[in-house]
T-cell receptor, first 113, second 113 residues
């Protein structure tokens, strides 16, 4: 399967704590994107990091990318109950003109108030 | 700016029937992709269209087909429905031909009985 792997599968933390999710993928990439999904609804785009970037920030989100290890991590700081959702990483493979996304298996984050 | 619109939101069909799902991308976006989400297989890529041309197709049987119109709106069709086709079908639109963020609609929940 081309699908990437995410770790952990599920994470439960208290409000105010930080949450870290990891993603590993299998091939060379153009970019890697992180998405949030609430209760089986649509995916919300969080952040895109390109293959030549190592770190990116957006509000309380910090994403790192290590292309040598084919891995990425998403850090959510000072988490809130509203951050409770499933988080997915997705890659656009290198080569060719495409926006095709290969998704990871997802991490289910529960933030307890 | 309006987001990605998918219709209908919910659909119940009988085995053997066919179904057509519709997706209107964000205004100005020319790239549309479709994904199937199930508890067992996760998020799987179906098709990608850019300027009315199918650029990529996922590993799905020929019963799954799609098209894109000149106004970038897209439809996907599933013929001879099977119980296993029950899923959340998600449409994503992107501005450019490659390496750009994908924005998702709320999805169409298809149940085959």
């Amino acid at each position: 399967s081309q699908q990437g792997e995410e770790d952990p599968q599920a994470l439960s933390i208290q409000e105010g704590e930080n949450a870290t999710m990891n993603c590993s993928y299998k091939t060379s990439i153009n970019n890697l994107q992180w998405y949030r999904q609430n209760s089986g609804r649509g995916l919300v785009h969080l952040i895109l990091i390109r293959s030549n970037e190592r770190e990116k920030h957006s509000g309380r989100l910090r994403v790192t990318l290590d292309t040598s290890k084919k891995s990425s991590s998403l850090l959510i700081t000072a988490s809130r109950a509203a951050d409770t959702a499933s988080y997915f990483c997705a890659t656009v493979n290198y080569g060719g003109a495409t926006n095709k996304l290969i998704f990871g298996t997802g991490t289910l984050l529960a933030v307890q108030p | 700016k309006a987001g990605v619109t998918q219709t209908p939101r919910y659909l119940i069909k009988t085995r053997g029937q066919q179904v057509t799902l519709s997706c209107s991308p964000i205004s100005g976006h020319r790239s549309v992709s479709w994904y199937q989400q199930t508890p067992g297989q996760g998020l799987q890529f179906l098709f990608e269209y850019f300027s009315e041309t199918q650029r990529n197709k996922g590993n799905f049987p020929g019963r799954f087909s799609g098209r894109q119109f000149s106004n970038s709106r897209s439809e996907m069709n599933v013929s001879t429905l099977e119980l296993g086709d029950s899923a959340l079908y998600l449409c994503a639109s992107s501005l450019g031909p490659t390496n750009t963020e994908a924005f998702f609609g709320q999805g169409t929940r298809l149940t085959v009985v």
